[in-house]
């Protein structure tokens, strides 16, 4: 195993260990949030791991939203109810849908790869709130899941869906880690900086993108899945650009350097999120904006850029 | 037959209102590069301010004919004071940086603007159709059809005819076509680009709260209105391309055609058709309809 990938697995299951001790002491609503923020990381992740190619996607609610739906759906109609197996099979539906579209959508950089994801989420919104099968735009509930054939207790619910959407991120984190050290990741880097070189080389260009593009879709799909179990209930927003866009905003405050920083910019929206609703309702769009604006305009890389530079100063 | 006068005649004036949002777009992102997702929110501050415009010129019991006037200085207001504001205050700072960063800002600007128009208008409905039955129907084979519809097909084809003579046929016109090529050369060729950046940038708000302002008596005036407004200009203006007035004429007429063939037709294929007919076109021509392919840099 190459040195990268051992830190990244160590470092990772220590801090998952820590996290799983840690949330049995958390207060209800604060274990909620962070579920959340694990869950949302995750499609946050999966547009990290796209913006690594140079490509932001506007429209990861196509992906969040599938993976969702598809795990409501597994649950109340074919009775599937292992919350491991559905978040699995929400990222799988999920990666199955982006599947086709990825080869097409390989092939545009910057804005119009951009709107075009935004495009496709669209659709899927516009097709769902008219679905009435599927609650039109109220959408429809979701019965409590099941862990490893066990039913789990209301005292617990909370818990074991907090520790499962730690496991989940954390085992998925480690993943992106190691693809992000591996021959398709670096190759991804590549492409941003400057992609002629990367073809005049001898790489696919193309390949990488797709590929990158149905990963993205999986995590998306998954954290869907988690989200939706958390919640109980899901409706057809889940697809609209403004869930989008909140996923874009969570990787551009964490930037592409760091796999954490996804975690943590999820965790601190969430925060902002509850709080803004709690002291001022009517105006927490214009906090968030203001925000966006700062983190744009004096940390251009992301909070991740903080501590990597921190670790190259104590190098040099 | 009547179905199909009805589609031409829906879908030509949704494309015309259509056509005045989308043209602004289009205008700002072909000066200033930047994709601007607060062009909804200008359209809706547009909206807002007719709103209240006119129901002042009728509680000063103005003429009936007035409220027009009222509409249009709705519109000039919100982009001379807005836009300034937004162009010298917070666009000038990102300019230059990546284009879908430059995206992320207008999106910020835009959940800004989107509380700040409740924090001023509230969250109840503004009702001010006077306008709206200023010129009467107007009977098309065998049906009537509101006049004021057809007024807006006429708005739209001067904006059109206008935005390209100024663009083609004046001094500043042909300034802004110069930094629209290249802003570099243009700056070292003496073009104040700033000045023109400011002036394109209030223009294109102009567009977008015109747009907003001429809707204003056709619908309730409530929170929501700039988020839909926006995502169908963007279809618009890719699927002509980006920054060509051409293009957005077209993509105007394509988007509004299909929504007003999918709303009689199957209904429920309202929201996904714009989108069906972008993803159509960018299959076909991955630059939009009137883009010029870019040569790429090594």
Known sequence: MKPAASTALAAGLIGMALLLALGALLPKWLQFLSTMSAANGIVSLGIVLLMRGGVVSFGQGLVFAAGGYAVA???NKLGVTDALLLTLAGGAVAALLALPFAPLLARYRGIFFSMLTLALSMVLYGVLVKTDALGGSDGFNMSRPTLLGMRIADAWSGYVLYALAVVIAGALAILARIYFESTRGLVSLAI???ELRVQYLGASTTRVMAANFVIAAFMGGAGGALAIMALGHIEPNFSYW???????????????YSVLAVFVASFVLELVRSFSNLYFPNTWQMALGIFLLIVIRFLPRGIGS??????????T | MNTLVTILVDGITYASWLFIVALGLTLVFGVLKILNIAHGSFYAAGAYVAATFVSWFAAWQFAP????????LAAVAVAAVLAPLTERGLLRMFYGRDEVLLVLVTYALFLILEDATKLVWGANPYFVSAPYSLFGTVPVAGQAYVGYDFMLIGVALFCGVGVWWGLNRTRIGKLVLAVIHSAEIASSMGVDISRVYTFAFMFGILLAALGGALTAPMISVQPGLSV???IVSF????????????????????VGLARALAVHTWPPAELFSIYVAMAVVLVFRPEGLFQQVQARRI
Do not use: C, Y
């Not at chain 2, 004919?65 to 249009?72: E, P």
């Open chain 1, 192 to 194: 941003r900086e400057n």
């Open chain 2, 65 to 72: 004919w007035l409220s027009l006037v009222a509409l249009l």
């Open chain 1, 73 to 75: 759906l597994l649950a």
């Open chain 1, 242 to 256: 403004t869930t989008s866009g909140e996923f874009v905003f969570v990787s551009i405050l964490a930037g592409h």
């Open chain 2, 228 to 230: 839909g407004v926006v």
């Open chain 2, 235 to 254: 279809a618009v203006v890719i699927i002509g391309g980006l920054g060509s007035i051409q293009g957005a004429a077209l993509g105007a007429l394509i």
């Open chain 1, 306 to 315: 903080l501590w990597l530079d921190w670790r190259r100063r104590k190098a």
